[in-house]
Each structure stands twice: as C-alpha cells, then as structure tokens.
C-alpha cells in the first residue's frame, strides 16, 4: 500500500514524523524501518522524518515495498531435548 497525501494548510509548519503518527498511526517501530529504507518522500525526494511540512507538499509513504524487504535468517540445524 502506498500513502499519498497532499498537505494542506492547517498542517504546514508541523514535524513530519508528528503528521505521520497522527494522520496514519505509524509506530515508532515502523517509523524507523521506513526511513531505514528510504520509503519516505516529499515532492518525490527522500527527506529525514524531523523535516517540516509546507502546504502544498506531496507526501508520499511507501509502506508496500517495505513487505518486500525481508531480512533472511539462515536455518540452523541444532539438536532440541523436548521434555515434557
């Protein structure tokens, strides 16, 4: 899913990183996952989450490439004693 949205009026001048946990209820966690992967623009550019808004921007959250992004833990073969 990609979140678009164009900032209006009553919105310049506030933290993006505020803006985004208020308008989509991003975690802090997934907070830092998209700006680890570049996921977050402004006007098409990447931009760091304390930039300031300004009416008119086009905010754009690229939260579907994310899932694509998968971090690979290779299995290990070790031995388990179950007890019951």
């Known amino acids: ?3 678009n949205r164009t900032i209006d009026d ?3 001048g506030m933290v993006l990183r505020d803006y985004l946990r208020r308008e989509f209820n991003i975690s802090s966690r997934l907070l830092r996952k998209l700006k680890a992967n570049d996921l977050i ?3 098409g550019e990447t931009v760091h ?3 300031r808004l300004i009416a008119g921007d ?3 959250v690229d939260v579907e490439s994310l ?3 998968s971090i690979s833990v290779p299995p290990e073969d070790i031995p388990l004693d179950v007890i019951y």
């Open 67 to 69: 899932a694509r992004v």
């Open 10 to 12: 009553s919105d310049a």
């Open 49 to 51: 989450t304390d930039a």
């Open 41 to 43: 623009a402004l006007n």
């Open 58 to 60: 086009l905010l754009t």
């Open 1 to 3: 899913m990609i979140l």
